[in-house]
């Protein structure tokens, strides 16, 4: 840290980069999709996309954008028109893939998240919701809608529908 910057300052991509906040969007993603008529958990790999999608603003805007009910195929739809945005979803999943996994073991170790590593699920345990400061509700919101997408289809056609590669 520098000197000029004090102890208590933190850059924007630091408030919004970290595991604290990354653990909580991905649990809040991971109640969404088990509350709806599957209750499974979620594939643990469908995780690593919550990040990227909700910490990007532009495209987090096309997410909270569309309706809950349109579903995956509307987002796509919607984002494709700007072609170079779907594609860089993939960009960004390599580039905020520690902070996903540093996420998921924040959450884990906190006691909102549970790995079953038989399975490779992700299970968002049920705890009470915290209060919330306003800066993050609409990422929180984002991340909900997709926990409602992804539990509609296969991990395989998220992914493809998204343009990323695991």
Not at 1 to 23: C, F, I, K
Not at 51 to 79: W, Y
Request: with cysteine.
């Amino acid at each position: 840290m520098t000197p000029e910057r004090g102890h208590d300052y933190l850059s924007e991509v630091e408030r919004v980069q970290n595991p604290a906040l990354g653990a909580m969007l991905i649990w809040k993603y991971g109640r969404s999709f088990q509350a709806q008529l599957t209750a499974e958990p979620s594939d643990m790999l469908l995780a690593f996309l919550v990040l990227p999608l909700c910490l990007h603003r532009p495209t987090l805007d096309i997410v909270v954008g569309t309706q809950a009910r349109s579903g995956l195929g509307k987002f796509c739809e919607k984002l494709s028109e700007r072609r170079e945005e779907l594609f860089a979803i993939h960009e960004r999943c390599l580039a905020l893939k520690e902070l996903s996994l540093n996420s998921l073991a924040f959450g884990e170790r906190s006691g909102i998240l549970a790995i079953e590593y038989e399975t490779a699920r992700l299970l968002a345990l049920e705890v009470a919701d915290p209060s919330l400061s306003e800066r993050v509700k609409v990422q929180v919101k984002g991340a909900e809608r997709l926990g409602i997408w992804f539990s509609a289809l296969k991990t395989s056609e998220v992914f493809h529908a998204l343009k990323v590669v695991a």
